[in-house]
């Protein structure tokens, strides 16, 4: 499972890394990114947690 953050609609809540830090975190610039290239398994729920949670619809996790 990969997850992907689309920084041109990203607006820097950071509700993402709140509910998956395992996956997202918050970059300089104040936007969310991922830090993993393979979404650990025991994350899989969170990071699908965190995309239903974007609030633009910035997260991809497939």
Do not use: N, Q
Not at 27 to 48: C, F, M, N, R, Y
């Amino acid at each position: 499972m990969k997850a992907h953050v689309d920084r041109d609609t990203c607006i820097g809540c950071g509700v993402c890394p709140s509910v998956c830090p395992a996956v997202f975190e918050m970059d300089d610039e104040g936007l969310s990114h991922v830090i993993v290239d393979t979404v650990p398994a025991d994350a899989e729920d969170d990071a699908k947690d965190a995309e239903e949670s974007c609030p633009v619809d910035a997260i991809t996790v497939e």
